[in-house]
T-cell receptor, first 116, second 114 residues
Framework: AQSVAQPEDQVNVAEGNPLTVKCTYSVSGNPYLFWYVQYPNRGLQFLLKYITGDNLVKGSYGFEAEFNKSQTSFHLKKPSALVSDSALYFCAVRDGASGGSYIPTFGRGTSLIVHP | KAGVTQTPRYLIKTRGQQVTLSCSPISGHRSVSWYQQTPGQGLQFLFEYFSETQRNKGNFPGRFSGRQFSNSRSEMNVSTLELGDSALYLC?????????????FGPGTRLTVL
Protein backbone atom coordinates (compact mmCIF):
# COMPACT_ATOMS: atom_id res chain seq x y z
CA ALA A 1 0.00 0.00 0.00
CA GLN A 2 1.09 3.57 -0.59
CA SER A 3 -0.01 6.75 1.08
CA VAL A 4 0.96 10.37 1.38
CA ALA A 5 0.22 12.95 4.04
CA GLN A 6 0.27 16.71 3.86
CA PRO A 7 -0.06 17.69 7.51
CA GLU A 8 -0.93 21.35 6.90
CA ASP A 9 -4.17 22.40 5.25
CA GLN A 10 -2.85 25.92 4.89
CA VAL A 11 0.53 27.63 4.98
CA ASN A 12 0.85 31.39 5.31
CA VAL A 13 4.05 33.21 4.45
CA ALA A 14 5.06 36.80 3.75
CA GLU A 15 6.32 37.70 0.32
CA GLY A 16 10.11 37.46 0.15
CA ASN A 17 10.32 34.93 2.98
CA PRO A 18 11.26 31.30 2.44
CA LEU A 19 8.43 28.80 2.25
CA THR A 20 8.09 25.11 3.05
CA VAL A 21 5.16 22.85 2.26
CA LYS A 22 5.42 19.51 4.03
CA CYS A 23 4.84 16.02 2.69
CA THR A 24 5.46 12.59 4.17
CA TYR A 25 4.90 9.29 2.39
CA SER A 26 4.67 5.57 2.85
CA VAL A 27 5.43 2.94 0.19
CA SER A 28 6.59 -0.65 0.21
CA GLY A 29 9.33 -0.21 -2.38
CA ASN A 30 11.25 2.72 -3.76
CA PRO A 31 9.24 5.95 -3.79
CA TYR A 32 8.57 7.98 -6.88
CA LEU A 33 7.57 11.39 -5.55
CA PHE A 34 5.90 14.34 -7.25
CA TRP A 35 4.75 17.86 -6.52
CA TYR A 36 1.94 19.55 -8.42
CA VAL A 37 0.39 23.01 -8.15
CA GLN A 38 -3.20 23.94 -8.88
CA TYR A 39 -4.32 27.50 -9.52
CA PRO A 40 -8.03 28.41 -9.19
CA ASN A 41 -10.24 26.81 -11.83
CA ARG A 42 -7.29 25.07 -13.41
CA GLY A 43 -5.95 21.55 -13.58
CA LEU A 44 -2.86 20.36 -11.75
CA GLN A 45 0.49 21.49 -13.09
CA PHE A 46 3.64 19.42 -12.62
CA LEU A 47 6.40 21.11 -10.58
CA LEU A 48 9.06 18.48 -9.94
CA LYS A 49 9.72 14.83 -9.23
CA TYR A 50 12.13 12.53 -7.44
CA ILE A 51 12.83 9.14 -8.93
CA THR A 52 16.41 8.45 -7.92
CA GLY A 53 19.71 10.25 -7.50
CA ASP A 54 20.38 13.58 -5.84
CA ASN A 55 18.16 14.15 -2.81
CA LEU A 56 17.65 17.82 -3.71
CA VAL A 57 15.43 18.17 -6.74
CA LYS A 58 14.96 21.45 -8.57
CA GLY A 59 11.79 22.21 -10.45
CA SER A 60 9.76 24.91 -12.11
CA TYR A 61 9.31 28.50 -10.91
CA GLY A 62 12.22 28.32 -8.46
CA PHE A 63 10.77 25.50 -6.39
CA GLU A 64 12.85 22.66 -5.04
CA ALA A 65 12.20 19.65 -2.86
CA GLU A 66 14.36 17.58 -0.58
CA PHE A 67 13.98 13.82 -0.42
CA ASN A 68 14.72 12.43 3.03
CA LYS A 69 14.57 8.64 3.12
CA SER A 70 15.03 8.24 6.87
CA GLN A 71 12.19 10.65 7.62
CA THR A 72 10.14 9.51 4.60
CA SER A 73 9.59 13.13 3.68
CA PHE A 74 9.62 15.17 0.49
CA HIS A 75 9.11 18.79 1.53
CA LEU A 76 8.63 21.48 -1.09
CA LYS A 77 10.68 24.64 -0.64
CA LYS A 78 11.33 28.00 -2.19
CA PRO A 79 13.90 30.53 -0.93
CA SER A 80 11.78 33.62 -1.58
CA ALA A 81 7.99 33.45 -1.91
CA LEU A 82 5.99 35.48 -4.40
CA VAL A 83 2.36 36.50 -4.12
CA SER A 84 1.81 34.66 -7.40
CA ASP A 85 2.87 31.41 -5.69
CA SER A 86 -0.43 31.42 -3.82
CA ALA A 87 -2.17 28.22 -4.92
CA LEU A 88 -3.04 24.69 -3.88
CA TYR A 89 -0.09 22.29 -3.74
CA PHE A 90 -0.32 18.52 -4.01
CA CYS A 91 2.26 15.91 -3.15
CA ALA A 92 1.95 12.49 -4.79
CA VAL A 93 3.72 9.16 -4.42
CA ARG A 94 3.81 5.87 -6.25
CA ASP A 95 5.71 2.71 -5.59
CA GLY A 96 8.61 2.38 -8.01
CA ALA A 97 9.21 -1.26 -7.18
CA SER A 98 8.55 -3.86 -9.83
CA GLY A 99 4.89 -4.78 -9.60
CA GLY A 100 4.09 -1.59 -7.76
CA SER A 101 1.02 0.47 -8.55
CA TYR A 102 1.17 2.55 -11.70
CA ILE A 103 -1.22 5.00 -10.15
CA PRO A 104 0.09 7.75 -7.88
CA THR A 105 -1.64 8.52 -4.60
CA PHE A 106 -2.21 12.21 -4.00
CA GLY A 107 -2.22 14.07 -0.74
CA ARG A 108 -5.19 16.20 0.22
CA GLY A 109 -3.41 19.37 -0.77
CA THR A 110 -1.98 22.37 1.06
CA SER A 111 -3.22 25.86 0.38
CA LEU A 112 -0.29 28.26 0.21
CA ILE A 113 -1.10 31.90 0.85
CA VAL A 114 1.63 34.45 0.28
CA HIS A 115 0.88 37.85 1.82
CA PRO A 116 2.22 41.04 0.21
CA LYS B 1 2.85 20.64 -28.18
CA ALA B 2 -0.73 21.25 -27.30
CA GLY B 3 -1.68 20.36 -23.75
CA VAL B 4 -4.40 18.09 -22.49
CA THR B 5 -7.81 19.36 -23.48
CA GLN B 6 -11.12 18.57 -21.86
CA THR B 7 -14.62 19.29 -23.06
CA PRO B 8 -16.91 20.66 -21.98
CA ARG B 9 -15.42 22.92 -19.33
CA TYR B 10 -18.68 23.34 -17.46
CA LEU B 11 -21.77 21.18 -17.31
CA ILE B 12 -25.03 21.39 -15.39
CA LYS B 13 -27.23 18.32 -15.16
CA THR B 14 -30.10 17.10 -13.04
CA ARG B 15 -30.30 13.99 -10.92
CA GLY B 16 -30.91 10.83 -12.88
CA GLN B 17 -29.42 12.11 -16.11
CA GLN B 18 -26.24 10.82 -17.64
CA VAL B 19 -23.19 12.72 -18.83
CA THR B 20 -20.20 12.12 -21.08
CA LEU B 21 -16.94 13.97 -20.66
CA SER B 22 -14.16 14.02 -23.21
CA CYS B 23 -10.38 14.22 -22.94
CA SER B 24 -7.73 14.60 -25.61
CA PRO B 25 -4.25 13.76 -24.33
CA ILE B 26 -0.97 15.26 -25.37
CA SER B 27 0.12 13.93 -28.74
CA GLY B 28 2.04 10.70 -28.28
CA HIS B 29 0.71 10.01 -24.80
CA ARG B 30 -1.06 6.68 -24.69
CA SER B 31 -2.13 6.65 -21.06
CA VAL B 32 -5.10 8.63 -19.84
CA SER B 33 -6.21 8.75 -16.24
CA TRP B 34 -9.36 10.28 -14.77
CA TYR B 35 -9.73 11.83 -11.33
CA GLN B 36 -12.60 13.29 -9.36
CA GLN B 37 -11.77 16.31 -7.23
CA THR B 38 -14.05 17.54 -4.47
CA PRO B 39 -13.37 19.78 -1.47
CA GLY B 40 -14.26 17.01 0.96
CA GLN B 41 -12.54 14.00 -0.61
CA GLY B 42 -9.68 15.66 -2.44
CA LEU B 43 -8.33 14.03 -5.57
CA GLN B 44 -9.66 10.52 -6.13
CA PHE B 45 -8.55 8.19 -8.89
CA LEU B 46 -11.30 6.87 -11.16
CA PHE B 47 -9.57 4.78 -13.83
CA GLU B 48 -6.68 4.65 -16.24
CA TYR B 49 -6.68 3.62 -19.88
CA PHE B 50 -3.67 2.54 -21.85
CA SER B 51 -3.80 1.51 -25.48
CA GLU B 52 -7.61 1.32 -25.40
CA THR B 53 -7.63 -0.98 -22.36
CA GLN B 54 -8.62 -0.13 -18.83
CA ARG B 55 -5.48 -0.92 -16.89
CA ASN B 56 -6.39 0.35 -13.43
CA LYS B 57 -9.61 1.20 -11.67
CA GLY B 58 -10.37 3.13 -8.52
CA ASN B 59 -13.07 2.51 -5.99
CA PHE B 60 -16.08 4.03 -7.71
CA PRO B 61 -19.47 2.48 -8.48
CA GLY B 62 -20.28 1.00 -11.86
CA ARG B 63 -22.16 4.16 -12.82
CA PHE B 64 -18.76 5.54 -13.68
CA SER B 65 -17.30 4.13 -16.85
CA GLY B 66 -14.86 5.10 -19.52
CA ARG B 67 -13.26 4.15 -22.75
CA GLN B 68 -10.32 5.05 -24.91
CA PHE B 69 -10.19 5.29 -28.65
CA SER B 70 -7.43 4.29 -31.03
CA ASN B 71 -6.20 7.89 -31.19
CA SER B 72 -5.83 7.83 -27.36
CA ARG B 73 -8.72 10.23 -26.82
CA SER B 74 -10.80 9.16 -23.86
CA GLU B 75 -14.32 9.61 -22.63
CA MET B 76 -15.84 9.00 -19.27
CA ASN B 77 -19.53 8.47 -18.67
CA VAL B 78 -21.54 8.84 -15.51
CA SER B 79 -25.02 7.40 -15.56
CA THR B 80 -27.91 8.06 -13.19
CA LEU B 81 -26.30 11.17 -11.79
CA GLU B 82 -26.47 11.86 -8.07
CA LEU B 83 -26.00 15.14 -6.22
CA GLY B 84 -22.73 13.81 -4.84
CA ASP B 85 -21.31 13.50 -8.32
CA SER B 86 -20.88 17.27 -8.45
CA ALA B 87 -17.15 17.74 -8.77
CA LEU B 88 -14.26 18.81 -10.93
CA TYR B 89 -13.31 15.92 -13.19
CA LEU B 90 -9.69 15.96 -14.23
CA CYS B 91 -8.06 14.05 -17.02
CA UNK B 92 -4.32 13.43 -17.08
CA UNK B 93 -2.12 11.95 -19.76
CA UNK B 94 1.24 10.32 -19.42
CA UNK B 95 3.84 9.13 -21.87
CA UNK B 96 4.43 5.62 -20.51
CA UNK B 97 1.44 5.03 -18.32
CA UNK B 98 1.15 6.65 -14.91
CA UNK B 99 4.53 5.27 -13.95
CA UNK B 100 7.63 7.17 -12.97
CA UNK B 101 6.65 9.65 -15.64
CA UNK B 102 4.74 12.67 -14.48
CA UNK B 103 1.15 13.22 -15.45
CA UNK B 104 -0.04 16.21 -17.42
CA PHE B 105 -3.46 17.44 -16.41
CA GLY B 106 -6.19 19.12 -18.38
CA PRO B 107 -8.15 22.10 -17.01
CA GLY B 108 -10.99 19.86 -15.90
CA THR B 109 -14.72 19.69 -16.42
CA ARG B 110 -16.81 21.24 -13.66
CA LEU B 111 -19.95 19.12 -13.29
CA THR B 112 -22.84 20.43 -11.24
CA VAL B 113 -25.74 18.09 -10.52
CA LEU B 114 -28.97 19.76 -9.44
Amino acid sequence: AQSVAQPEDQVNVAEGNPLTVKCTYSVSGNPYLFWYVQYPNRGLQFLLKYITGDNLVKGSYGFEAEFNKSQTSFHLKKPSALVSDSALYFCAVRDGASGGSYIPTFGRGTSLIVHP
Amino acid sequence: KAGVTQTPRYLIKTRGQQVTLSCSPISGHRSVSWYQQTPGQGLQFLFEYFSETQRNKGNFPGRFSGRQFSNSRSEMNVSTLELGDSALYLCASSLVGATGNEQFFGPGTRLTVL
